[in-house]
């Protein structure tokens, strides 16, 4: 296998494959440059024929791009927004490709998006090992983590945000004046720039980031999570709860706030068919919620594949790998089910920005006229072969919860967590100068699992509820028995 491929997945299911494999093909529609060299020179990842370039996109492609062994790089599209800053520190959530200008909007007069930058350069440095962008990173994000902090923090300590700054802009929100989605990710953003710091030694920025970070977490869990209900919600003006169940509230579980009982009750309802228990896990607001629409109807409870990510990274906060990796397999095979039976040169289309929550299919926009009609949703809603954000599922959550793997570069460790044993594994990854192949098969000596390596690493090995080890795996090619281990 040349050592320009992508890394190929094993499954039992070759159906997932597939569609992984489709994938890879595909995003390379999406790897394009603006029109004008003079605006965004070289290549990044954007949807096709998009005016403008996306923070969001770009937060959110940096963790299925990392994948790609080199061949299409994370962080050029991460880098477009940082060199935009301003003097302030300000960095917009979308410019214009034709003028590299920022996107204004009425709705959003800052330009704000989700906080996440971080979030997505921790991820970065643990598959690149890239040390000396992080020195370079560091600056940049605490300017702009003021400037947030200067526009947005209000005395309370909390963090007030326009609804399309958010990660779910539903009218059913439209009185909340602290998201908790937005404090949460920047609870999120302190607890990296903190990890970051920490890498760099800067120990007096690792301090200030951990205080922020636990004052924001002392906040959202005094104020935002309602002990009756079990959940964490939006704030109105008076700082009253605005009780209405959305996916928002689960940013605090990627935020690791709450504790091991908060969590239990808030995972929950990810499970129960009258909150977030649809056959297609997870809709954007909860089925008992009036205003629910099984048929999606943008922000009424389509499933959002960004949304399904953050839910199932908050899981694996928590340890929850066997729903996360259910509910990953679930969303897959819903991705699998909505796409046309046969495909032509005028029905292409096999991903989509969103899904239906009831059943398999790509989700219907809201009714015409209505007030959420053109509501932060694009009028072409839902996108097709919107892989911005559909790969985080056929990508990254089938590397890192159908096949279970999680790499750490610096750390050389590569850690498997599994259910049980299956026929899977992934072939052909770089790990920066090094490539790797695990394999697990059933042999008639029982479960082996083979692997090659250029360099020493270490692997993790977690078998649910049966075996847990840690083991130095040299260069060349071995194989270990499971019932020796």
Known sequence: MSKRDFPKIHFYDQDFVDLYDKTWAWISDCWGAAGDKNTMPGKFFSYPGSKYISQADAVYSSFFLVYSNRIFHASPTLDIFYERQEPSGAIRGA????????EESENNPEGMAMPLFAWAEYNLYHKSANKKRVKDM??????????IDTVFKRGNGLYQAPLA??????LLRRQAVYPVDFNAAMAINALYMSALADIMNEREMSFIYKRKYFSLKTRINSQMWDNES??????????NQIRVKTLAGYWPLLAEIPNDDKAERAIAKLLDPEVFG???????????????????????????????FMVIKGLEKYQRWDIARESAIRHIYFLLDSMPAETSKRNRAQLWEAYKPMSEGHAEPPASGSAEAHFCLSPHFPRPQYLNYAALSTINMSIENVIGLEISLPKKTVKWTIPNLEVMGIENL?????MITILSQKSGRGWEIHMESEKLYYFMINILGQKKKTLPIPSGKCSMLIDKL
């Open 138 to 147: 560091l600056p940049i994000l605490d300017k702009w983590i003021n400037w």
């Open 165 to 170: 700054a958010t990660s779910l802009p539903s």
């Open 430 to 434: 770089s790990l920066k100068k090094n």
């Open 278 to 308: 649809s056959p297609h896990p997870f809709p954007c607001i909860g089925i008992n919620e009036p205003g629910f629409n099984e048929n999606g109807g943008g922000w009424n409870g389509s499933v959002f594949p960004q949304l399904n």
């Open 230 to 239: 079990g959940f964490y919600y939006d704030l109105d003006e008076d700082e």
């Open 95 to 102: 410019y214009s490709m034709e003028t590299g200008k920022a």
